[in-house]
């Protein structure tokens, strides 16, 4: 009976770990990161820098939050950088040069990013694309969509109520609104992810595609859900950033791939397995932000940054991976539940 | 000493044992026939012999040398050279290219593609397979036309130990395969056949053993048996299992839940009449590949199906889907074969596997109720005698019978009345498989209509009021009652359907 205990003792912190450690630690590894920060620049750390990583993270985690529902059922999104360029053009372009309503420029932002989300998980779920080819191709052609829209204009500008809201000029209790939004987002993240029916099909999905159809799940429908939330969350994101950077540039969008999946990673989700957590995912947003503010403090060339932004996300990865596979493989090996419970 | 000395293997596949001790010994120019149910071991051994999996103990010994095990590298140098029942050739390559894949002719380090053919098309010619052209993609084949270039292969190699494993499954004329496999044996070679087909094991091999459950239970000697004494080898009269009591006779007006008329599915079901009434637990059996995954996974909306009808309690229904099998009427629901693949979400807790059919009502706003959901998977999992403790647990961490109860627990939660369960005892404990019997039992009691497939006959005869046996697609007969008996299912699953008296294929 003893043994009884132990063994769900055993479980139940193995799932904290997933739940509360791993989030705890990665977001102490962010703070430990912007101290440290201080033996590359005088500045850190500083109440603006954690302001600015807050607000950072919260784009972020908009982007993350699809990209890793997508990742959970087994697909990746590439088409984010797209999504992004298009929806903030469409809404700078919508404003400044049609003089058109900001309310329905949004809505028409959004729409569309949904849209294309949608056109991905059709493809890579009913006619069963490879993802990886289809969102980097679609991808490509939103970027190329961007372009022509904002064909002939210098970058246009932003309509200034996203100004207010994002750029952090626009403050609550002396807090710039997007840092505080990060915690809007993961409040919300955490509630579609881990509570709601939509979050639980992601997983049961990502667990086993096969269980889940003779289950009787929709899992095309699921599916593409995800790639239309994924779409939605960078065609937000999208709006946020023409809001942060005063004007709607093409590029707006390329920064922000690597970290979104980088952030699912390394907060521990495991591609197409039904393990993942949304608080681990935005926490680890929080330290690579960190170590890119540190890392953007330094006075290296740019070139250089960028080579050591990299390898600090392949360790990170590593470290991450190598542990916790490690950690795993034994814990089955040796599980006492692989066997059946001792009948008296 | 003989050529092939085989000793002590054992090989546990988690907690179900594939071998459990088990030795044989064969000479040199003999043909050797293994026997034994479906999971009995013999397809384990084989893949011992040839490399592809090592055993947790014993010994292999060629010629008297003691054979590295694992290495399928080293099984062929020492002349072992098998033709699988699963067949090993590549779809995407050429027959050519398949013949040779182990020493392909290269000039300076390239393939040569005409010379390749060439000494192909040389090989077939001489093991008189001429008609076939090696410049065909394998993949492209017929089932039979894969099956004769399999053993071509082999016997290409002029094996010392020459191990052929279901070569007649899909083989149209067995006289080309034993001249050849007796001109093997002529030279010396020791030959391994495997087969269900007692007919050609009378007239082919010299010696024989049968095995049950991965042990070797006996010898036989093949020129002179009676097949029913093998057969009750075979199956093994010591299996005596509690069953949970049959119900009394269904009375003849219960309502037909499930009715198949024609049904077809490829060409792996080829037009099955069948039907379960509520309150019964109708039995599948038949030997593997014959037709039952494809009967049971058309019926529940996991395969394509491609002919006849389908009455969910009385009304014509299209079953595309696992998801509208699911809404036809009073339900289906499909437990299906491979559990760890399509039956359960191993990263998830038992709660959340067993809670998916119920999501929607546990829902508010999109929201998962959770209290209610535990109360409710725990409610399910005591149904199916899934202890309370495993709840909050990682399925893909718990024993095979204890995921198995956690798959049915969420059947019952469908609320489905028309069960499919596809050989849910497979790999499970033998306490587990009794609970599994009682919650099919308690279903069927509670109005559920069951069509119940297992590889084990005891249960099928344990279990089931009525038994319907596959063979090649089709339901070659069906039993009832008193009738129903490990023999007669046994004689009518090898084909041997003339003491099978009602014959359901005779009356459509």
């Not at chain 1, 529902?69 to 298009?86: F, N, Q, R, Y």
């Not at chain 2, 002590?8 to 010994?25: E, H, R």
């Not at chain 2, 026997?35 to 084989?46: D, I, L, P, Q, Y």
Request: proline content about 4%.
């Amino acid at each position: 009976m003893s043994d009884q205990l132990a063994i769900q003792a055993q479980q139940r912190r193995s799932s904290r770990m997933q739940t509360i450690y791993r989030p705890l630690i990665l977001a102490a590894l962010a703070l430990l990161v912007l101290v440290a920060g201080r033996l590359v620049s005088e500045s850190l750390p500083s109440w603006i820098a954690v302001q600015t990583v807050l607000s950072l993270s919260m784009f972020l985690s908009v982007v993350a939050f699809g990209q890793g529902l997508v990742m959970l059922t087994g697909g990746l999104d590439l088409s984010v950088p797209g999504v992004i360029a298009l929806s903030a053009s469409i809404v700078a372009v919508w404003v400044s040069f049609m003089d058109g309503n900001l309310f329905v420029g949004v809505l028409l932002a959004l729409g569309v990013s949904l849209l294309f989300g949608i056109v991905n998980g059709v493809l890579v779920s009913v006619l069963k694309a490879p993802a990886f080819i289809v969102t980097l191709a679609m991808g490509a052609v939103l970027e190329g969509f961007s372009l022509f829209i904002t064909y002939g204009h210098k970058a246009p500008e932003s309509p200034e109520l996203l100004v207010t809201l994002f750029s952090g000029s626009g403050k609550l209790f002396g807090i710039g609104i997007p840092a505080l939004l990060f915690f809007v987002v993961g409040i919300i993240g955490f509630i579609i992810q881990a509570r709601s029916r939509f979050g639980r099909n992601a997983y049961l999905l990502g667990s086993s595609l096969e269980a889940s159809r003779i289950a009787g799940q929709p899992v095309n429908f699921i599916q593409i859900s995800m790639y239309a939330v994924s779409g939605f969350g960078a065609g937000l994101a999208g709006l946020m950033l023409v809001g942060f950077s005063g004007n709607a540039q093409l590029s707006l969008g390329t920064e922000w791939l690597m970290p979104s999946i980088a952030a699912v990673l390394v907060g521990g989700t495991v591609i197409g397995s039904g393990r993942g957590f949304w608080q681990a995912t935005i926490t680890a947003g929080l330290m690579l932000t960190s170590i890119t503010i540190v890392i953007q403090s330094t006075g290296v060339p740019q070139g250089w940054k960028s080579v050591l932004y990299g390898v600090v996300v392949l360790v990170a990865l590593l470290s991450t991976r190598s542990d916790f596979g490690r950690r795993r493989r034994k814990q089955i090996s040796q599980s006492p539940l692989q066997g059946n419970p001792p009948k008296k | 000493m003989n050529v092939l000395e085989v000793s002590g293997l054992t090989k546990y596949y988690g907690d179900s044992v594939a071998l459990d001790n088990a030795g044989i010994s064969v000479g040199a120019g003999v043909i050797h026939a293994i026997v034994g149910e479906n999971g009995a071991g013999k397809s384990t051994m084989v893949k011992v012999l040839s490399g592809m999996v090592t055993p947790d103990s014993g010994e292999v010994k060629i010629d008297g040398t003691v054979l590295e095990l694992g290495v399928p590298k080293v099984s062929r140098s020492a002349g072992v050279f098998t033709a699988f029942q699963e067949l090993s050739l590549l779809p995407n390559l050429t027959v050519a290219e398949n013949l040779l894949i182990a020493e392909l002719p290269t000039r300076s380090g390239v393939v040569s593609r005409r010379a390749v053919q060439g000494q192909a098309a040389k090989i077939l010619k001489e093991w008189g397979v001429d008609d076939l052209d090696p410049g065909l993609m394998v993949g492209q084949l017929p089932l039979s036309a894969k099956q004769r270039l399999e053993l071509v292969r082999t016997l290409s190699h002029n094996p010392k130990i020459l191990i052929l494993d279901e070569p007649t499954a899909a083989l149209p004329d067995t006289d080309w395969l034993f001249r050849h496999v007796r001109a093997a044996r002529d030279r010396g070679a020791c030959v391994l056949y495997i087969s269900h087909k007692l007919a050609e094991i009378g007239q082919l091999c010299e010696s024989g053993t049968i095995m049950r459950n991965g042990k070797i239970v006996g010898d036989f000697n093949p020129t002179n048996f009676s097949h029913d004494e093998i057969i009750s080898s075979m199956i093994g009269r010591s299996i005596s299992m509690a069953f949970p009591p049959r119900v009394t006779a269904i009375p003849a007006d219960a309502p037909i839940l499930l009715k198949a008329i024609d049904f077809e599915v490829g060409n792996r079901v080829r037009g099955v009449d069948l039907q379960v009434r509520e309150g019964e637990i109708v039995g599948v059996a038949g030997l593997e590949g014959q037709g039952q995954r494809e009967l049971f996974y058309g019926l529940g909306g996991a395969s394509p199906v491609t002919g006849g009808i389908v009455e969910v309690a009385g009304t014509a229904t299209k079953v595309s889907n696992p998801r509208k099998a699911l809404k036809a009427g009073p339900g289906i629901a499909l437990v299906p074969e491979e559990r760890k693949r399509e039956g359960i979400f191993a990263d998830l807790t038992s709660v959340t596997n067993i809670s998916v059919p119920a999501l929607k009502k546990l829902s508010f706003a999109g929201i998962i109720r959770r209290g209610p959901e535990r109360k409710l998977a725990m409610e399910a999992g005591r149904d199916a005698h899934m202890p309370e403790e495993y709840l909050g647990r990682d399925v893909g961490r718990l024993s095979g019978g204890n995921q198995q109860k956690s798959v049915l627990a969420r059947t019952n939660l469908t609320g489905a009345k028309i069960l499919l369960m596809f050989d849910p005892t497979r790999g499970i404990d033998p306490s587990a498989k009794l609970e599994v019997y009682s919650t099919l039992r308690t279903s069927a009691a509670n109005g559920a209509a069951v069509l119940f497939y297992s590889t084990e006959i005891p249960e099928l005869v344990g279990l089931c009021d009525r038994v319907i046996v596959m063979y090649h697609g089709r339901a070659v007969a069906e039993f009832e009652g008193e009738r129903i008996t490990e023999d007669a299912i046994m004689q009518a699953a090898v084909g041997n359907t003339s003491s099978a008296t009602a014959a359901q294929g005779d009356k459509s």
